[in-house]
């Protein structure tokens, strides 16, 4: 649950969702749940309901969620269904931490879809998308070398990547970028995909990474963080 004090949102408490009988498999850890505006990629102006869920395998330098590594409240799959339902808002996104830590993440997906939501999954690319459902919007990271954490890449996720997802590639500077261009190019990511590149907030200037877009004339889409934009680097948002 958000806690920031000065936030403009309305955040919807976990209604139902106490500590339940209710099997694990239809539990998930959450570290917090919000309305916010999309910030990222093809959705990014839109309103969203954001369901984050606890728990990362990486340690990623630039991380902007290291609350959402440990802790968080046990919410059932029909408690998050029904916060969505509550939101208003048909776009709904599981990020984290990395969602697909959490098996009963799926179901949460299928169950969510099967109310009518539009579903965005951001991933690290880490765990297999194999048993994402395909209705799924997927936003797939690739990390690259200024992350710490470039041997996390699955090759065969690119399988499961078509031409409603999204690769991302976050870039430290220009070594990272030359990294994800090469990436880019002898994967052919841009003739199957949308590929976005989003600077490191604070430390790569965007300025200069449209600049080398636009010389490299890459078919690729400048990914700024709409969100930090509107509202600054703070949780909840
Ligand atoms: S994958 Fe995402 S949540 Fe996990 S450490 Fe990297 S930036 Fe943070």
Redesign the pocket.
């Known amino acids: 649950m958000c806690d920031v004090p000065s936030c403009p949102l309305t955040c919807i408490p976990f209604r139902n969702s106490a500590p339940n009988r209710k099997s694990m498999d239809s539990q998930l850890k959450v570290s917090e749940i919000f309305s916010s505006i999309q910030g990222e990629g093809l959705w990014a102006g839109f309103p969203c309901f954001f369901i984050r869920l606890s728990g ?5 330098v ?5 609350y ?2 440990y802790g968080g409240q046990p919410v059932t799959i029909e408690s998050l269904v029904f916060a969505w339902k509550n939101s208003g808002l048909r776009l709904v996104q599981l990020t ?3 969602p697909l830590m959490q098996s009963a993440s799926l179901p949460l997906m299928e169950k969510l879809l099967a109310a009518g939501a539009r579903v965005i999954l ?1 991933t ?1 690319g ?1 765990f297999p998308l194999s048993r994402v459902p395909a209705a799924v919007i997927k936003v797939v ?1 690739v ?1 690259t070398p200024g ?1 710490g ?1 470039e041997q ?1 890449w699955m090759p065969e996720n690119l399988r499961w990547i078509n031409s409603g997802d999204q690769v991302k590639f ?1 870039v430290t500077g220009r070594e990272d970028y030359e990294w994800a261009r090469s990436f880019i190019l002898s994967h052919g990511l841009h003739l199957f995909t949308t590929v976005l590149i989003s600077p490191v907030w604070g430390q790569a200037d965007p300025a200069e990474l449209a600049r080398w877009i636009l010389e490299d004339r890459l078919s690729a889409r400048l990914n700024i963080q709409f969100h930090k934009v509107l509202w600054g680097n703070k949780k909840g948002v």
Request: glycine share 8%.
């Open positions: 990362c395998n990486l340690r990623c630039y991380c902007d969620t290291t959402a590594y984290g931490g990395e951001e690290n880490s990271d990390k992350s954490e996390a976050v």
